[in-house]
């Protein structure tokens, strides 16, 4: 039997994002609340009981264990209660209230790609959906499927496959298996002193194949910003056979088949493994926070940076309500937060010209630079001290700050999207109209900030934090109305439906708006060619 979804002795809450043990306790909950009511003006929040595995309404699976798969396959409880949804605001809603009603009826944890077509061939047959399962962060309803017109629901769960399998040091690229999580992949390449340097938010649990098969978007503010930028060949198991694409550092032959596999969604089949570029650590780095009283100067500098061809690895933008909620500063100001680093030689120069344009639009460092050389040992600042180090610690700490706000009735999510620099003011105040409008009509409140996690020289990716206290029992009706505001405003400048978080099932009606029919055709016929029974993750993209 699959082993119940842990790190160790630390089981998965079944609802929530991360760690059981991980759930601020009351005490925490109510300064939460406290800062809540404080800082944004919502009204008493209340602070609700957390919900467990026995409050849990999980239908009776409506399949049976294969015989031949029994070694890989469960119907345990708690097995198929934490593989039922992703980390949405909607998922974890859905968790706390105790409505597992889309529950998997199997879970599957194959060991090897052999198992993984066996499991595929069996589902082939028997009419039964097949749902991949990575590390289950996502947060537009990737994973979940209600099974109608199936035998069932299998979730496969790739974690057991988890190894980085070869590592070529001279072209610098690994191959590794699609279970292997960010901090996997980190230890195994420790050995050969080098590094995947791909960060999502979800870089704790999230997996390789998951990466490849949403077109994660990591910490690279430019130039790597996607894990396409990393990818050199995929290897998937399709219900029509293996798929595997040529191992190239580029190549101008036809187009590039590894495009059907980044960004499939688990909709043509089960990626197992892929090669991908790693580096050693780098030694030289620097980095800086601009403050900025005036944030379209801000949002000036930033465009002027990246147009410059400065490529930081950080630029990251906060407007003062992004400032604020990650507890930066408290004034008013809009913060860029930069960071340069090489692995050949000292960036100093490149972050003395960014902070020169930064001054040409009134932005200002008090702090000044931080310049670390560790080929020589000289770390001149610890990274937990900067406001670079607070952000960092904040990006990876807020999805739990998300389970806690749930349970008090408050309703947080994000979005996240492209647009040309052109066109980025008109959509910024259509947003802040629409959303906050939409926000103040259905919960009589609502607050919402802005950031740029990926600059590039045509335009920001801009992400949205939201948050409004919740009608309890009434969240996703209001939710659903909030998110079509948002959806709506962004297709209707321009702008692209996601950037990084991938179609799933939420942004599917909006993502058939953006693409060309002709494509989503063509993508239509790939999947008759690979899934001809459509059983691979059904509902998800197309």
């Not at 992949?185 to 590094?195: G, N, W």
């Not at 870089?203 to 690279?220: D, I, K, N």
């Not at 550092?249 to 969604?265: I, Q, V």
């Not at 607050?447 to 996690?453: A, P, V, W």
């Amino acid at each position: 039997m699959p082993p119940v979804p842990s790190e160790g002795n630390r089981p998965l809450s079944v609802w929530a994002w991360g760690y059981e043990d991980r759930l601020p306790d009351d005490e925490e909950r109510r300064e939460l609340a406290a800062r809540v009511e404080g800082m944004l003006g919502f009204p008493e929040r209340p602070i609700l009981d957390y919900p467990s595995l026995d409050d849990v309404d999980l239908p009776a699976p409506s399949l049976s264990v294969p015989d031949e798969l029994a070694d890989v396959v469960t119907t345990e409880r708690r097995a198929r209660a934490s593989h039922t949804y992703g980390k949405g605001y909607r998922d974890i809603v859905r968790g706390f209230h105790g409505d597992f009603a889309a529950a998997p009826d199997l879970v599957a944890r194959p060991r090897d790609e052999a198992d993984v077509e066996s499991i595929i061939a069996w589902a082939a047959e028997e009419g039964v959906a097949v749902v991949p399962y990575g590390g289950g962060t996502s947060v537009v309803a990737g994973v979940e499927c209600d099974g109608e017109g199936y035998a069932g629901v299998l979730s496969l769960d790739t974690r057991e496959m988890d190894a980085v399998l070869d590592v070529d040091t001279h072209s610098r690229s690994a191959k590794i298996q699609a279970g292997a999580t960010g901090p996997e992949i980190q230890a195994q390449l420790a050995d050969h002193d080098l590094q995947l340097r791909h960060y999502p938010q979800s870089y704790e649990f999230s997996t390789f194949g998951g990466w490849v098969a949403t077109r994660a978007g990591g910490h690279f503010a430019t130039r790597y910003t996607h894990i396409d930028d990393f990818v050199e060949s995929v290897r998937a198991v399709t219900p029509a056979g293996t798929l595997e694409t040529r191992r190239l550092p580029a190549s101008g032959a036809g187009p590039d088949p590894n495009r059907f596999l980044l960004g499939s969604e688990g909709a043509f089949g089960v990626i197992t493994e892929g090669w991908t570029r790693v580096q050693p650590r780098p030694p030289h780095r620097g980095r800086a926070t601009v403050r900025f009283d005036d944030f379209w100067a801000a949002v000036d500098a930033t465009r002027e940076m990246v147009q410059a061809r400065l490529y930081p690895a950080n630029c990251r933008l906060l407007d003062s309500n992004e400032a604020m909620l990650n507890e930066l500063a408290f004034d008013g100001s809009h913060l860029l937060v930069l960071g340069f680093e090489s692995t050949d030689h000292p960036v100093a120069d490149d972050l003395d010209r960014a902070l020169e344009i930064a001054d040409d639009h009134g932005g200002r460092c008090p702090d000044g630079p931080t310049i670390e050389d560790r080929t020589t040992g000289d770390a001149a600042t610890d990274r937990e001290a900067t406001d670079e180090g607070a952000w960092r610690d904040s990006f990876f700490e807020g999805p739990y700050l998300f389970n806690a706000l749930v349970s008090m009735g408050v309703l947080v999510d994000t979005f996240e999207t492209a647009v040309t620099w052109d066109t980025f003011p008109d959509l910024h105040e259509a947003l802040s109209e629409n959303v906050l409008g939409a926000m103040r009509e259905e919960c009589g409140a609502g607050f919402m900030s802005c950031r740029f996690t990926h600059v590039y020289e045509d335009g920001p990716a801009p992400y949205y934090t939201l948050l409004a206290p919740a009608d309890v029992g009434n969240e996703l009706d209001q939710w659903r109305t909030i998110k079509r505001a948002a959806s709506d405003t962004l297709l209707a400048h321009g702008a692209t439906i996601t950037h990084h978080h991938a179609v799933g099932r939420v942004h599917r009606e909006h993502y058939h708006e953006e693409a060309p029919d002709a494509y989503l055709e063509a993508l239509r016929s790939m999947k008759r060619t690979l899934d001809p029974e459509g059983i691979m993750n059904p509902g998800a993209l197309l």
